[in-house]
Structures are given as structure tokens and as C-alpha cells.
């Protein structure tokens, strides 16, 4: 399914050597999932907490998962999305929520 994939971007790393091997590196995107136990206001608070996404963006990205059963979050090298899905799950099961993210190549 060809899936209309949000612009939200993480907020770019301090480190100009970082930056440059992850401008070279092959990018992944992060993906969050629906289930019907998670609420709204977690998953807002998760999105801005980790992903540094604004509130109203968060909300509209929540929605969308809502609605849609999930959500293209942000594109970055594989390192940081799977850094970002585990904190993601960590801050979900301290509190019992099965919130669950993903990781797809970008060409997928």
C-alpha cells in the first residue's frame, strides 16, 4: 500500500561528524501503530517527548494513527530509529500500554 508518509523530522543532531555519517547512512523510517488501549494523551505526550515533535503536530499524528492504524513518524538511520522505537516501548510498558512501533526502509 503506497502510503502518504508525514514530514515530521526529528529535530537535527548538534554534532557536524554525526550529522554527516547519518546524511550517508541508509534512513529508516519509524512507524507507531493503533491498539485500542493506549490513550490519546500518552501517545501525544510519547510523540513530543521522543520524537521532539510540537504539540499540535503530535495530535495530528495521533489522529492519523488513530484513524489509520498507524503512522510514518520520522526518517533517520537505523541506529536512531531503533533507539527511538525502544524508548517508545519502554515509556509504554512502564504504564502497561501495548503501544508498539516499527521500523520500515525508506524504499519500502
Known sequence: MDRKKTPYMAKPLADD???????????????????????????????????????????????????????YITLMPLERAEMKVEQVHLAARRLNYPLTCTIEPEQA
Open 17 to 71: 561528524e554525526t550529522r554527516e555519517k547519518d546524511r550517508l547512512a541508509p534512513l529508516y523510517w519509524v512507524v507507531m501503530h493503533n491498539d485500542p488501549v493506549t490513550t490519546m494523551d500518552f501517545v501525544v505526550n510519547i510523540i513530543m517527548k521522543v520524537f521532539s515533535i510540537d504539540y499540535n503536530d503530535a495530535v495530528d499524528i495521533m489522529y492519523n494513527i488513530h484513524n489509520d492504524g498507524l503512522e
